[in-house]
């Protein structure tokens, strides 16, 4: 399991595991929502929806090879 550190707009820190992100909304200021599974209110990061789309793009996991488990 891999989370991301984002800032929210408070100025705290926040860790995010991106297998629980519903959906991404930008909104004015350099700022985004990120929705969660379980969790009615979003929270606000400040961070451009580009930027944090690419950085949880990059941290989910990659599935391992199918042919590797038929190897071994």
């Not at 297998?19 to 979003?42: K, M």
């Not at 599935?63 to 590797?68: A, G, K, Q, V, Y």
Request: hydrophobic share 45%; proline share 10%.
């Amino acid at each position: 399991m891999k989370f991301i550190e984002f800032t929210d707009r408070a100025g705290a820190p926040v860790l995010i595991n991106a297998a629980g992100v519903l959906y991404l909304r930008g909104t004015e200021g350099e700022r985004t929502e990120i929705t969660f599974a379980g969790r009615s209110e979003p929270l606000v990061v400040a961070a451009p929806l580009d930027e944090v789309a690419r950085t949880l793009e990059d941290a989910t996991p990659i599935p391992p090879d199918p042919t590797l488990a038929l190897v071994s």
